[in-house]
């Protein structure tokens, strides 16, 4: 086929075709630092027995099949079974291929409306992946402090959004509040970091 025959046939395609064919085509790159490449190193590490298995830890798996073209392995300490995806926010996802694409659509801050047009999806799938998403990254967050650790508190004001006041006069978002020192509007939230910038 000459380029404008290919042109034309891609010109007739439906926006949603196109989009996905975009996609497709920017997925063979295979650039260095996307999640395949990512996920190809863990692969690597799980088929050269040097990773361990995600439930207990114990170093000793063997493989056990395919599953959804994954690898499967089964740990020899607990039983269990699990691939590459298993303790990521991939484990379950039917169209991984997408992933490396949402995630740089996330990164730019696009609404779930543009995600959903952009990649073809359900935007009940868009939420769900955004949530999965930033519950992972709350769980690397979650590590144990170490060395000098500094707390502080911080005073915000307290925000009773969405309920109906007969307590108090309304009053304008932004204002400032004349009160100082602890009380009833304001709500103390104390922060603790150590010199690692472990935090929560």
Known sequence: MTYEEIKQSILNLSE????RLILEV????DLPGSLESVLSIRRDKLNNKQGVCPYCNHAHYVRFGVEKGSQRYRCKACKKT???YTGTWLAKLHKKHLADSYLELMKGKNS???IK???GINKKTAFDWRHKILSSVEQ???DKFDGITESDDTFFRLSEKGRKQNSRLPRKRGKSLHKRGINNDHVAVIVTADRKKTWI
């Not at 949603?16 to 989009?19: D, G, P, Q, S, T």
């Not at 920017?26 to 790159?29: D, R, W």
């Open 140 to 142: 690397i967050r979650k």
């Open 117 to 119: 047009a952009k990649l």
């Open 26 to 29: 920017n997925i063979k790159e």
């Open 16 to 19: 949603k075709e196109r989009n």
């Open 82 to 84: 699990f691939t590459e």
């Open 112 to 114: 779930l409306d543009k």
